[in-house]
């Protein structure tokens, strides 16, 4: 497989697609749809949806490659086991995780708002990963089987940008593996937490990754 380039902050980013996998991060109804989890944190939803149009391109490009492509979803368990009482009670939400909301159970597994959205549902082949945690290497065994599959590098995609995307692309950072962030393929329900947290992974000489828009990525499938 050629060893592909794309435009990028702080420098091009290269990539082999056969040792890259695609993340897309928490693309959950109850994060992108009024009435989930999201919501009950006083968040304006409509925010984050810009994202789906461009990450159903970069899905549609990547699904004609041999990429990898990992979908995760963040919730808990229906007895709340994995859910530190930390995270259960923090702050003042409208509904707490588990209680009963107008797409089911907030941020619980198997509820309707919990699972991904239409416009990005996984196909065969796909995985999808649940994650108690803000970070997808956390309690999921991501790291084993991207070592598994020989994935060195990582497309970063999803929400929220400096939540559950900046955790995951620092874990992936410490565990060894070069990370793009697809600046419109990820979002924010705070537009300055989205400039700042995109700036903040390239900075430094990319102390955490690169960060580029999806045409650059898109640009450089055409090279396959
Ligand atoms: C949050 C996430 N924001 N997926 N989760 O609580 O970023």
């Not at 899905?59 to 259960?88: F, I, W």
């Not at 874990?171 to 979002?187: K, T």
């Not at 537009?191 to 430094?204: D, T, Y």
Request: some cysteine; charged content about 20%; aromatic content about 8%.
């Amino acid at each position: 497989m050629p060893e592909l380039f794309v435009d990028a902050e702080p420098y091009a980013f290269n990539f082999d697609p056969d040792h890259t996998a695609l993340l897309l991060i928490d693309m959950q109804r109850d994060f992108v749809e009024p009435g989930g989890f999201g919501e009950t944190l006083g968040n304006d939803v409509s925010l984050l949806r810009q994202v789906i149009a461009p990450l159903r391109e970069v899905l549609t490009a990547t699904r004609a490659t041999t990429m990898t492509v990992v979908h995760t979803r963040e919730g808990h368990l229906p007895d709340l086991s994995d859910c530190p009482p930390a995270k259960l009670n923090r702050g003042a939400p409208s509904l707490r995780i588990g209680d009963p909301g107008p797409k089911g159970r907030i941020l619980i597994r198997g509820e309707y708002g919990h699972d991904l959205i239409d416009e990005l549902s996984p196909i065969d082949g796909e995985l999808v990963l649940d994650k108690p945690g803000k970070g997808a290497f956390y309690a999921t065994g991501l790291h084993e089987t991207l070592q598994d599959l020989g994935i060195r590098s990582l497309i970063v995609t999803g929400v929220t940008t400096e939540v559950c995307v900046h955790t995951t692309v620092r874990e992936a950072n410490d565990r060894g593996y070069e990370c793009l962030v697809l600046s419109d393929c990820v979002g924010s329900y705070f537009p300055e937490f989205q400039e700042h947290g995109l700036a903040m992974i390239s900075a430094q000489g990319g102390i955490f990754g690169w960060v580029a828009p999806s045409a650059g990525y898109l640009k450089s499938l055409e090279g396959l």
